[in-house]
């Protein structure tokens, strides 16, 4: 299915789809209408390709002790956007100038924001599970992030931490019972 541009789709029923197992793959869908698709290139890495209508970007995690994500333009190194994560909060800083908060929306709670720096939610992503299994995510955009000219960028950008983060505390589970 073709892809097309996030502003030819109904944004508020907006939706993380598990397509594939190995590699890992979602789809980000607005009804029937494919929107963009994060693909990893193998299992357990933290490579990945995002497209969408206009292009296609890849994203990497680097780093141990201070953790980031790139997003560059694929087939070179022009950088898109950088994640830097920290203990709790996270900065999302998008060429341009704009950058944005991700964090989780409570403790207990799975879900993730994204907020402007003024404080503003764009996005709510909900991830959905079978059991122990992530199969996809309810995004919810707000009324200010509906406008926001970042949008696709943080649906991808935030999605795939959100992945590596559900793998690397899947990874843990074993480890829980010692």
């Known amino acids: ?26 789809d980000l869908a607005s009804g ?7 693909r990893w290139a193998r299992h357990g ?13 890849t994203l990497k995690r680097g780093g141990f002790l201070n953790p980031r994500l790139t997003v560059r333009v694929a087939g070179t190194d022009t950088e898109v956007a950088r994640l830097s994560a920290h203990l709790s909060s996270h900065r999302v800083e998008v060429r341009g100038g704009h950058s944005y908060a991700l964090h989780r929306a409570g403790l207990l709670v799975p879900a993730w924001k994204v907020s402007t720096e003024g404080g503003a939610e764009i996005l709510h992503i909900e991830p959905v599970r079978e059991g122990r299994k992530l199969e996809g ?19 991808v950008v935030s999605w795939y931490f959100i992945v590596l983060a559900w793998f690397e505390d899947e990874a843990l589970v074993p480890l829980e019972g010692r």
């Open 137 to 155: 995510g309810a995004v919810l955009v707000s009324s200010t992030g509906v406008a926001d000219p970042d949008l696709l960028l943080l649906a």
């Open 32 to 38: 029937d209408a494919r929107v963009a698709g994060l």
């Open 1 to 26: 299915m073709a892809l097309v541009p996030l502003e030819s789709v109904d944004r508020s029923a907006l939706r993380w789809l598990r397509t594939s197992e190995n590699p890992m793959a979602f």
């Open 45 to 57: 890495g933290s490579l990945a390709t995002a497209e969408v209508s206009t292009g296609t970007w």
